[in-house]
């Protein structure tokens, strides 16, 4: 990969039926940092997510990913991508490490360690109850398990922290951290807390009625606040995009 973008999407748009929910949908996430996606319900975040991951195909523009065009080498990128999107489905009779063991079969990975994976998440006393009787929160720490067990280059989170207590949410961000810092993942977040968001990003970028209207450094919004706040900074641009409107 040539590039230092680990993804770079250039004028991606998504029309369903005759309706268009991303339009001109250029966005930048830099190899080794964490890049949180912000967005009011409905202004396209999922939608984007989809098309990074070839669950939707993009209507317009290109979207390229570690480099190469997700429409056209999906099965060489996605090898190298963890992804949350919405509400995570598994096995329901199946373990916590049976689910795993699933995944790494599909993924054709071999030799990785399912305990350790699950201690990093905190569901390491769950190893052999059913899924089926998992809290919100165990699932999510499954998901997110699922997600960085077969050591992607990339992960893609979308609203990852939903259903966690507050301990839960701590742990998770220190993983995120952790990840890449130790691991050299890459990570795509969206999150509706943005004190989560403004706790591990590197960068913000900011989407509004399907367009990313900001992409920014998060010690240029601290510079450009009274307090040092994302949320002040994000509700700024929300004004001002309907303002625009």
Known sequence: MDSKWIIETNGLGKVFDEVEVIKDCSMHVKQGTIYGFLGMNGAGKTTVF???????????????????????????????????????????????????????????????????????VGLSSMNTKPVSTFSLGMRQRLGIARAIIHQPKLLILDEPLNGLDPMGIREMRDLFLSLVKNKGMTILISSHILTDIEQIADTIGIIANGRIIDEVSMAQIKSKTSNDSLEEYFFQKMKEELEYA
């Open 50 to 120: 989809k098309m990074l991951t070839s669950l939707l195909t993009p209507t317009s523009g290109t979207a390229k990913v570690m480099g190469i065009d997700i429409t056209s080498r999906s099965n060489e990128v996605l090898r190298n991508i963890g992804s949350i999107i919405e509400t995570p489905i598994f096995h329901e009779h199946l373990s916590a490490a049976e689910n795993l063991r699933v995944h790494l079969a599909y993924m054709n990975k071999e030799n990785v360690d399912i305990d350790k994976t699950l201690e990093m």
